[in-house]
């Protein structure tokens, strides 16, 4: 079957660096996505992978390693904005036309 | 562009009533989706669209029905809302399904059932 692992809630600094980690099984892999959700809105789009590597995007990176079916999210120079949870998403070519599946999401504080 | 737009915002039913949750999307996106959210889980699939006149269930479609007469609006219908049923509704849509194809959400639409 598939699942999703994160973790639940993380803290970190204003400034620091943070590393938000991401393990899933698939029978199809199609894709990982990473969706920022800040609390009473939507998820928006942050970053997707689909080869192995690192993806930057400005303060924000994302890595994947499809062999070891994991991914984390990297956030650099955190700003209190960043207090927001962040949810993992794997595309499954196994699941009905290529449907996401979605982690619970981490919830990510950020103090001063 | 408004991008996707959701109502109502909130909505309180009692046990047994019906309603429908209406989504609509300005971007001229093929697919369309209905999540549920829930406090430490994963957003969970309804129902999706793939176009005008073709849906299908996903994960969790028991107790909902929707329609896609337009490439514009896919609303979804609660039949007779039960307590499981309290959650926050979010609807996506997607230019498609493959490759980097990301989802834009409606702002959500939260549900009370009593």
């Known amino acids: 079957g598939q699942n999703i692992d994160q973790p639940t809630e993380m803290t970190a600094t204003e400034g620091a660096i943070v590393q938000i980690n991401c393990t899933y099984q698939t029978s199809g892999f199609n894709g990982l996505f990473w969706y920022q959700q800040h609390a009473g809105e939507a998820p928006t789009f942050l970053s997707y992978n689909v080869l192995d590597g690192l993806e930057e995007k400005g303060r924000f990176s994302s890595f994947l390693s499809r062999s070891k079916g994991y991914s984390y999210l990297l956030l650099k120079e955190l700003q209190m904005k960043d207090s927001a949870s962040y949810l993992c998403a794997v595309r499954d070519r196994g699941v009905s036309n290529y449907q996401l599946i979605w982690g619970a999401g981490t919830k990510l504080i950020i103090k001063p | 562009n408004a991008g996707v737009t959701q109502t109502p915002k909130f909505q309180v039913l009692k046990t047994g009533q019906s309603m429908t949750l209406q989504c609509a999307q300005d971007?001229?996106?093929?697919?369309m989706s209905w999540y549920r959210q829930d406090p430490g889980m994963g957003l969970r699939l309804i129902h999706y669209s793939v176009g005008a006149g073709i849906t299908d269930q996903g994960e969790v479609p028991n107790g909902y029905n929707v329609s896609r007469s337009t490439t514009e609006d896919f609303p979804l219908r609660l039949l007779s809302a039960a307590p499981s049923q309290t959650s926050v509704y979010f609807c996506?849509?997607?230019?498609?399904?493959?490759?980097?194809?990301?989802?834009?959400f409606g702002p959500g639409t939260r549900l009370t059932v009593t």
């Open positions: 996506a849509s997607s230019p498609g399904l493959a490759d980097s194809y990301e989802q834009y």
């Open positions: 971007m001229n996106h093929e697919y």
